[in-house]
């Protein structure tokens, strides 16, 4: 499992690098000063001391990953959704907000963290407090509209699984909720979406708002968006409750994303 943070090299990036070096390097890759390699020390004979130059190794990798979907990716997604909604550009912006800072660290503390089975060695709270300093970085200029890319493609990893372990508990979600409804105002929205089931999500959200966008999942006709079904482990039913819930809880929703998000 490899974690470090590379956003997109956008042409404005090469051009104030090529200011600060009086010269241009166009394949230029900015990245934070943050690197963790974690392998899994399952080897048919010798190998390097990987570890001797900073690597972990681990007898098994699936907690470290998992952490890192759930934790860091989650809230990367949920600070991109909300955080656009709210007029963000960056992460370090969204994040300096108090109350959606408060929300991504809700989701990795109360919300994602529980569904961890972790290492012994695995300090999910330690690892909770080192991802909002990354997140703060301002020089990492890491933008929001490219975290919120591929959306059905990066949701059900990065936000199912944890809900469905909560829905088998009957426990609340309350950062997991608002993130959902922030990615129905982004698919409405329409500026950032840049999904390739885009075109099928915004058409079955305006045609049915939210139990349209959910039944069209459930059914199929949303292309690949039907696996949410299956990594959800949750009936159509279950899910239905849960939009309804969230939906009863749209304070922060522009009217506009309220009128086409009807609850079922």
């Given at each position: 499992?490899?974690?470090?943070?590379?956003?997109?090299?956008?042409?404005?990036?090469?051009?104030?690098?090529?200011?600060?070096?009086?010269?241009?390097?166009?394949?230029?890759?900015?990245?934070?000063?943050?690197?963790?390699?974690?392998?899994?020390?399952?080897?048919?004979?010798?190998?390097?001391?990987?570890?001797?130059?900073?690597?972990?190794?681990?007898?098994?990798?699936?907690?470290?990953?998992?952490?890192?979907?759930?934790?860091?990716?989650?809230?990367?997604?949920?600070?991109?959704?909300?955080?656009?909604?709210?007029?963000?550009?960056?992460?370090?912006?969204?994040?300096?907000?108090?109350r959606l800072r408060a929300l991504a660290e809700r989701l990795?503390?109360?919300?994602?963290?529980?569904?961890?089975?972790?290492?012994?060695?695995?300090?999910?709270?330690?690892?909770?407090?080192?991802?909002?300093?990354?997140?703060?970085?301002?020089?990492?200029?890491?933008?929001?509209?490219?975290?919120?890319?591929?959306?059905?493609?990066?949701?059900?990893?990065?936000?199912?699984?944890?809900?469905?372990?909560?829905?088998?508990?009957?426990?609340?979600?309350?950062?997991?909720?608002?993130?959902?409804?922030?990615?129905?105002?982004?698919?409405?929205?329409?500026?950032?979406?840049?999904?390739?089931?885009?075109?099928?999500?915004?058409?079955?959200?305006?045609?049915?708002?939210?139990?349209?966008?959910?039944?069209?999942?459930?059914?199929?006709r949303v292309g690949a968006a039907s696996d949410m079904a299956?990594?959800?482990?949750?009936?159509?039913?279950?899910?239905?409750?849960?939009?309804?819930?969230?939906?009863?809880?749209?304070?922060?929703?522009?009217?506009?994303?309220?009128?086409?998000?009807?609850?079922?």
């Amino acid at each position: 499992m490899v974690d470090r943070i590379v956003p997109r090299t956008a042409p404005e990036d090469l051009a104030v690098l090529e200011r600060r070096l009086g010269m241009s390097d166009e394949g230029a890759v900015f990245t934070e000063r943050f690197s963790q390699w974690v392998i899994e020390d399952n080897f048919v004979g010798p190998r390097p001391l990987w570890e001797a130059h900073g690597a972990q190794i681990v007898s098994d990798v699936a907690p470290y990953e998992t952490a890192k979907l759930r934790m860091l990716n989650g809230a990367h997604s949920l600070l991109a959704f909300c955080g656009l909604r709210a007029e963000y550009e960056f992460v370090h912006e969204a994040v300096a907000d108090p109350r959606l800072r408060a929300l991504a660290e809700r989701l990795m503390r109360k919300e994602a963290a529980l569904t961890i089975a972790h290492a012994p060695d695995q300090d999910l709270g330690a690892y909770a407090d080192q991802l909002l300093a990354r997140f703060a970085d301002p020089a990492l200029r890491h933008r929001l509209a490219q975290i919120a890319m591929d959306g059905s493609q990066k949701i059900p990893q990065r936000w199912l699984d944890t809900l469905a372990w909560h829905r088998a508990r009957s426990s609340a979600t309350p950062a997991l909720d608002e993130a959902l409804e922030a990615w129905l105002w982004h698919l409405e929205d329409g500026r950032f979406v840049d999904d390739p089931l885009g075109d099928e999500l915004t058409a079955a959200l305006s045609d049915g708002g939210a139990p349209g966008l959910r039944d069209a999942c459930f059914s199929g006709r949303v292309g690949a968006a039907s696996d949410m079904a299956g990594l959800i482990g949750t009936p159509p039913e279950s899910l239905s409750a849960h939009y309804s819930a969230t939906q009863s809880r749209r304070r922060c929703l522009p009217a506009s994303a309220i009128s086409s998000a009807a609850s079922p």
